[in-house]
C-alpha cells in the first residue's frame, strides 16, 4: 500500500499528533486541481499533512490506516465535490471523521465545498442527491439478501446524517472558475 505524506514540520508530534491534517477528497474530481494545490501549498508552509495516493489498495487494511491517520491527525479537511458522494470510502472517511471529532478534544473538521453548494451536501440534492438515489436503487433492485439489504440501508442513513451534520460546520464555498 503506497502512501503520500507531507514530510513538513514535525513540531505536531510533540502535542501527540503525527499530522496536522488530514485531507478527504474524492480522488477523480480534485486530485489533480484544488486537492493536489491545496496538499503542495500545506506542504509548503510547512504541515505535515496525510493523503493517499492513486495506487492505495482498498481493503481492511486501508480503513484501518485511514482510521489511524485521521486520530493521529489535528484537523481534518473535508473537500466535497460533485462526485464525493458517489465514492463509498469518502462516506465512511466522513463518518469517521465526526466519530473522531466527537470523541477526542481538540480535533477540528472544516468543509471546503468546491464547486458543490452546502446545502446539496446538507439535503442530499443536485449531485450528491443522485449519488444516493444510486446507492437506494441498489438496494431496492439488488439482489442481496435481507440482512445486507438491512446493514446498507443503515449505512446509507449513517453517510446522510454525517453529510449534514459537516455541511452546517462553518467552512469554505470555492467555485472552479477558469477566469476568476
Not at 53 to 77: C, P, V
Not at 82 to 90: H, I, P, T, V
Request: net charge negative; glycine share 6%; hydrophobic share 35%.
Amino acid at each position: 500500500m503506497a502512501i503520500v505524506r507531507s514530510q513538513g514540520a514535525s513540531s505536531s508530534s510533540t502535542f501527540g499528533y503525527n499530522y496536522q491534517v488530514f485531507l478527504s477528497f474524492r480522488g477523480e474530481d480534485t486530485r489533480k486541481t484544488f486537492t493536489g494545490h491545496l496538499y503542495t501549498a500545506l506542504d509548503q508552509a510547512g504541515l505535515r499533512t496525510f493523503i493517499d495516493d492513486e495506487e492505495i489498495e482498498t481493503g481492511k487494511r486501508l480503513e484501518l490506516e485511514l482510521r489511524k491517520a485521521i486520530q493521529e491527525s489535528r484537523i481534518s479537511i473535508i473537500v466535497f465535490s460533485k462526485n464525493y458522494a458517489s465514492s463509498k470510502w469518502c462516506l465512511d472517511e466522513v463518518v469517521m471523521i465526526l466519530e473522531w471529532s466527537r470523541s477526542s478534544s481538540g480535533h477540528e473538521v472544516l468543509p471546503v465545498f468546491y464547486d458543490v453548494d452546502p446545502s446539496d451536501v446538507r439535503n442530499q440534492t443536485g449531485s450528491i442527491g443522485e449519488a444516493f438515489a444510486r446507492y437506494e436503487e441498489k438496494l431496492i433492485n439488488g439482489k442481496i439478501d435481507d440482512e445486507t439489504k438491512k446493514e446498507w440501508m443503515e449505512k446509507v442513513k449513517v453517510w446522510k446524517l454525517a453529510l449534514r451534520e459537516v455541511a452546517n460546520l462553518a467552512g469554505m464555498v470555492l467555485q472552479n472558475q477558469v477566469n476568476g
